[in-house]
């Protein structure tokens, strides 16, 4: 059974907001790509593409269903964002909340 995400080691922890902080320095759109083709798959970066473009289909209002017709994203998978966006850290309401604004 995977551990619960409060519980990982602290070295782990600390590699998470050291990954944060050189998120935090890109400057722009265009380094951040930059930086995640480098270290992400291109499954992992597929991966985190397709949640993001679910938040946004969420936000629309589009049932799961449409969404997995739009997107081939899994109806599990859109579920599991839509409980992250309604009940998680805050970050992808934080996120469209800033793309709003702009």
């Known amino acids: 059974m995977k551990k619960h995400p409060d519980q990982k080691p602290k070295h782990l922890n ?3 907001r050291d990954l944060c902080e050189a998120l935090a320095t890109l400057r722009d759109a265009g380094e951040i790509e930059t930086f ?7 499954a992992e970066l597929e991966a985190l593409v397709d949640r993001w473009r679910v938040v946004r289909l969420l936000q629309e209002g589009l049932p799961y269903r449409k969404i997995h017709d739009i997107s081939s994203v899994s109806v599990t998978t859109i579920g ?17 909340s800033r793309l709003a604004d702009d």
């Open 80 to 96: 599991r964002v839509a409980r992250f966006l309604e009940q998680g850290a805050g970050g992808y309401r934080l996120a469209l």
């Open 36 to 42: 995640m083709e480098d270290l992400c798959t291109p």
């Open 14 to 16: 600390q590699a998470q």
